[in-house]
């Protein structure tokens, strides 16, 4: 049945713009043609067509549109302006021309506009229905009765503005918002004895805020909601402070962390780097160890092979001294022989004993010059031999001095190395107790300052002046411009940047100047 009853009313709404397009249509294009001064019949007829076509199609587009749940509120408006230019032109088609306007005139034009007046209602309850249909949700709105309009001609429209511009879509609340206002108002009267003026400014708040939508209880409470507000924004720029100072501390104890864990690595490295040089101290010392056995062997071996060839050149000239002598013996055997010889020849004749002699005196002189030459030929050898011995002898103790030498060099080297890493290991456990005592100097320092409840500058400020303080020593009673100067000397405008994370240079130096008044004042490192 409401199937049926939609498309019944779908059905006479269709006729009854129909019924209104005939109507109008002969009207408009006459009156077009003869008043509007379109130049023919026709033209005038093309503009009623346009004006009732553009009428439709906006109507069209606006339902259409509401049925998709997205509704164009200002196409309702030209459809409206459309919709009264045919009803001005149908009531003026039908006015007299060359009479007095009499009742029966105003029907007639009455008349001839009230079929467009009915097919747009028509169109608003249709379209009203469709986006009820399409929106189920849709906040209502309540109409204020015609009798109000009637009764009360002044108040009515200001109810009407407010429920339109606050968005009170309900008739009801507004009739009880104003009788709240009214009741308030009667209240504050009676307390201050009709006296309005003598309320304070939060007491008027609510006839103040009425004209734009607020209620009594709203008004009311709007002093309190906004001390609320403004504590909700200041705990909230306070939480935004602690979480940046929290930030600022965790990056800074990351990068504490990320530096410590940096020098873990490096302190590795340098063991590992130690180890490796250490077994190539010990590579490099057994391969010079085993060089120098092979040394070793290879001189005694060329000692052996040097003295056996001095025994070889020996045993040569020894040999050769034998054969001297041999030989010197043979020349005595002869010699003896040839004494004898001269012997029996003496004997035989006296007459040639001068010769004999003489002869056998030439003999002896020729064998003694030929033995005394060979002795000198082996004496010569001999000293040649005793020569290169003596040549081989010096050269090893050449090899030995350089020998002897390069291990007592070596032996100062690895002492030297030795005395440089015990100066390093020194340095470095130097170093690590340094950094020990700033660390525990720096925690000390942190469990002051959080106990104290100091900001995140004033943390600051402390640190500037313990990297001072640790870098050098100062004075009690120095002045406030001496401890200046001094802590300029010792602490850059780059130290300070880095060791309290400010990008700012001006920052930076004021964080350096309040650290002087601090030291100044007497602040000292405390573990």
């Known amino acids: 049945m409401q199937k049926l009853a939609v498309g019944g009313i779908v059905a006479f709404a269709l006729i009854l713009a129909g019924i209104g397009l005939y109507l109008s249509f002969e009207h408009v294009a006459s009156f077009a043609h003869e008043e509007l001064r379109f130049g023919s019949l026709d033209k005038g007829r093309l503009f009623a067509v346009g004006v009732d076509v553009g009428i439709m199609v906006m109507i069209a587009v606006d339902l259409l549109m509401a049925w998709l749940k997205r509704p164009i509120t200002w196409v309702r408006y030209p459809v409206w302006l459309l919709t009264s230019a045919t009803v001005v032109l149908n009531a003026a088609s039908a006015t007299p021309k060359d009479k007095q306007w009499e009742l029966l005139d105003y029907v007639a034009a009455f008349a001839h506009g009230v079929v467009p007046i009915l097919f747009i209602m028509i169109v608003e309850v249709g379209r009203d229905a469709i986006d009820r249909i399409v929106r189920p949700d849709r906040e209502g709105r309540d109409a204020i009765p015609l009798i109000r309009w009637v009764l009360a001609p002044v108040a009515t429209p200001r109810i009407y503005r407010r429920m339109r511009l606050w968005g009170v ?21 009676r307390k201050y004895k009709g006296d309005l003026s003598a309320a304070s400014d939060d007491e008027r708040l609510p006839m103040k805020m009425a004209p734009y939508g ?28 602690l979480d940046a100072a929290t930030r600022q501390e965790l990056a800074r104890k990351r990068a504490e962390a990320e530096r410590l864990e940096a020098d873990g690595q490096l302190e590795s490295v340098r063991a590992r780097v130690e180890g490796e040089t250490g077994q190539a101290r010990a590579h490099a010392k057994a391969q010079v160890s085993a060089a120098e056995k092979v040394a070793a062997r290879d001189e005694a071996a060329l000692e052996t092979a040097v003295q056996a060839e001095a025994r070889t050149r020996r ?3 020894e040999r050769q001294e034998a054969e001297a002598r041999e030989a010197a013996a043979d020349a005595d055997l002869r010699t003896a022989e040839l004494e004898r010889q001269a012997a029996q020849k003496r004997k035989e004749a006296a007459e040639n004993d001068r010769v004999a002699a003489a002869e056998a005196q030439a003999v002896e002189t020729q064998a003694i010059a030929e033995a005394r030459k060979a002795t000198a030929e082996a004496e010569k050898a001999a000293a040649e031999i005793e020569a290169a011995a003596a040549e081989t002898r010096r050269a090893a103790a050449e090899t030995a001095r350089k020998e002897t030498e390069e291990i007592e060099r070596q032996a100062r080297a690895e002492a030297g190395v030795e005395a440089a890493r015990k100066a390093a290991a020194e340095a470095e456990k130097a170093a690590a107790e340094t950094r020990r005592a700033a660390a525990e100097i720096e925690r000390r ?9 100091l900001t995140s500058r004033e943390r600051s400020v402390r640190k500037v002046a313990r990297l001072a303080l640790t870098a050098g020593h100062f004075h009690d009673g120095l002045a406030l411009e001496d401890v200046q100067d001094e802590l300029n000397e010792l602490v850059s405008i780059a130290d300070v940047q880095r060791e309290c994370d400010v990008s700012s240079t001006d920052t930076a130096s004021k964080y350096r100047q309040e650290a002087a008044i601090l030291i100044a004042d007497g602040y000292r490192l405390t573990v």
């Open 315 to 317: 045993a040569e000239a």
């Open 214 to 241: 607020y209620t009594v209880r709203e008004a009311l409470a709007m002093p309190d909601q906004q001390e609320a507000e403004a504590e909700e924004r200041e705990e909230e720029a306070e939480r935004r402070r």
């Open 445 to 453: 320092a942190v469990e002051i300052e959080d106990e104290a409840k």
């Open 169 to 189: 879509a309900s008739y009801p609340e507004m009739v009880r918002r104003e009788q709240d206002l009214l009741a308030y108002e009667q209240w504050l009267k």
